[in-house]
């Protein structure tokens, strides 16, 4: 069946603009996740969705960083005012009530 | 909060050698331990899982990981190998059903013909 998929694949953008990017969980999924992979922090985590429950959001690094999930299913993280160090390969993960978690292929962000 | 320590950060081996990648977990209570690989250009796949029973569990690819709750570990092991192993592999910990993953800071493996 279809996996995890998100859009765009590769993003650059001038430091100061916002950016949006998707994920699309698995049909059926209600836990959505997002995490960043970058060269000095490695993986990690940003913000859970599980359901209808107020999202986890722990791990966002700054209030330039937002995400919302639109009707259980499809995932946009926002990146406001974008600066240098956001530049990262993002990566969204679902799961059903169950504790493995499938990942996308990730939207990799440059910032100029 | 939890963490997670991989100690080897670039291994280098040949094919056919034996494999076996340390995973350390700073937690006191139950945890679930997932080992992830991420292949040149391709996403992070899910190798292997425990959450209870067996700690003894084996994972897709001959890949093996055994969790040892005295010592906070979860090793990863493969007896031989194989050029196409060469990968990042990543061990991570959470604690509850859907939770959020922490992730070590990975291990890349470089195996030689």
């Known amino acids: 069946g279809a996996g995890v998929s998100q859009s765009p694949s590769n993003k650059v953008t001038e430091k100061g603009k916002d950016v949006e990017l998707r994920c699309d969980p698995i049909?059926?999924?209600?836990?959505l996740y997002w995490y960043r992979q970058s060269l000095g922090q490695g993986l990690e985590f940003l913000i859970y969705?599980?359901?209808?429950?107020?999202?986890?959001k722990s791990g966002l690094p700054s209030d330039r960083f937002s995400a919302e999930r639109t009707g259980g299913s499809v995932s946009t993280l926002t990146i406001q005012r974008t600066q240098q160090e956001d530049s990262a390969v993002y990566l969204c993960?679902?799961?059903?009530?169950?504790?493995?978690?499938?990942f996308g292929p990730g939207t990799r962000l440059t910032v100029l | 909060a939890q963490s997670v320590s991989q100690h080897n950060h670039h291994v280098i081996l040949s094919e056919a050698a034996s494999l076996e990648l340390g995973c350390n977990y700073s937690?006191?209570?139950?945890?679930?331990l997932f080992w992830y690989v991420q292949y040149p250009g391709q996403h992070l796949q899910l190798l292997l899982k425990?959450?209870?029973?067996?700690?003894l569990v084996k994972g897709i690819k001959g890949f093996e990981a055994e969790f040892i709750k005295s010592k906070f570990s979860f090793n990863l092991r493969k007896p031989s190998v194989q050029w196409s192993d060469t990968a990042e592999y990543f061990c991570?910990?959470?604690?509850?059903?859907?939770?959020?993953?922490?992730f070590g800071t990975g291990t890349r493996l470089q195996v030689t013909l």
């Open positions: 993960a679902s799961s059903a009530y169950s504790y493995e978690q499938f």
């Open positions: 049909s059926g999924h209600t836990a």
């Open positions: 969705f599980q359901g209808n429950s107020a999202p986890d």
């Open positions: 937690y006191g209570g139950t945890v679930n």
């Open positions: 425990y959450f209870s029973g067996d700690p």
């Open positions: 991570a910990v959470n604690t509850g059903t859907a939770s959020k993953l922490t």
